[in-house]
């Protein structure tokens, strides 16, 4: 079955430390990607997609991420986390025709001052 | 860029009613609808995917039933849920997918609705 993991349920660091949030995704073939950001009581904010291409996708906010064929995985970077950036993220992922997004459950980001 | 607008965005109803909650595409025309359904501290679900001028279809384990979905037009979908009960309190999240050849098709995602049934 198809399914979007983010092993990770909680992460905390220190503001202007550095962030990767995981994500791992089981398809067929390889899903479109993205990663998306909540606020509590909010919907869901685009930080970036991967379709294809170049690997390592830029986004918003300072975001980034690289698609790794080999280990399955969507992972979200940030060089210095600001305390604005605390919110829950999801990584979530569809395929070509079907446009029904499966999100992963989500990582809860807590940034210490 | 393109806006996709829930209302309302924060209901209280009494069990057994319904509530109906709209969700609008402001500046695009969305061939496709869906609904998600988020419990606190959970991910979303897809509950149902709703195509312009056909019937829903629904995620296994939705009942059709009670979370009727219409899309009547290329910009509103709506979502009732019939004889709501506590247990359907949770937070409803529409997307909207852009009428464009996929993947350029993106999909936004509405605000949200907070649905609390006492």
């Known amino acids: 079955a198809q399914s979007v993991t983010q092993p990770d349920i909680h992460i905390t660091v220190s503001e202007g430390a550095s962030l990767e949030l995981r994500c791992n995704y089981s398809?067929?073939?390889?899903?479109?990607l993205f990663w998306y950001v909540q606020s509590p009581g909010q919907g869901l904010q685009l930080l970036l997609k991967y379709f294809s291409g170049d690997t390592l996708v830029q986004g918003i906010k300072g975001f980034e991420a690289e698609f790794k064929r080999s280990q399955s995985s969507f992972n979200l970077r940030k060089p210095s986390v600001h305390w604005s950036d605390a919110a829950e993220y999801f990584c979530?992922?569809?395929?070509?025709?079907?446009?029904?997004?499966?999100f992963g459950t989500g990582t809860r980001l807590k940034v210490l001052a | 860029g393109a806006v996709v607008s829930q209302h309302p965005s924060r209901v209280i109803c009494k069990s057994g009613t319904s509530v109906k909650i709209e969700c609008r595409s402001l500046?695009?025309?969305?061939?496709?609808m869906f609904w998600y359904r988020q419990f606190p501290k959970q991910s979303l679900m897809l509950m149902a995917t709703s195509n312009e001028g056909s019937k829903a279809t629904y995620e296994q384990g939705v009942e059709k039933d009670k979370f009727l979905i219409n899309h009547a037009s290329l910009t509103l979908s709506t979502l009732t849920v019939t004889s709501a009960h506590p247990e359907d309190s949770s937070f409803y999240i529409c997307s909207a997918r852009e009428k464009k050849a996929e993947p350029r098709g993106r999909q936004y995602f509405g605000p949200g609705t907070r649905l609390t049934v006492l």
């Open positions: 398809y067929g073939a390889t899903p479109y």
């Open positions: 500046d695009f025309q969305a061939t496709t």
């Open positions: 979530a992922a569809y395929t070509s025709g079907t446009y029904k997004y499966i």
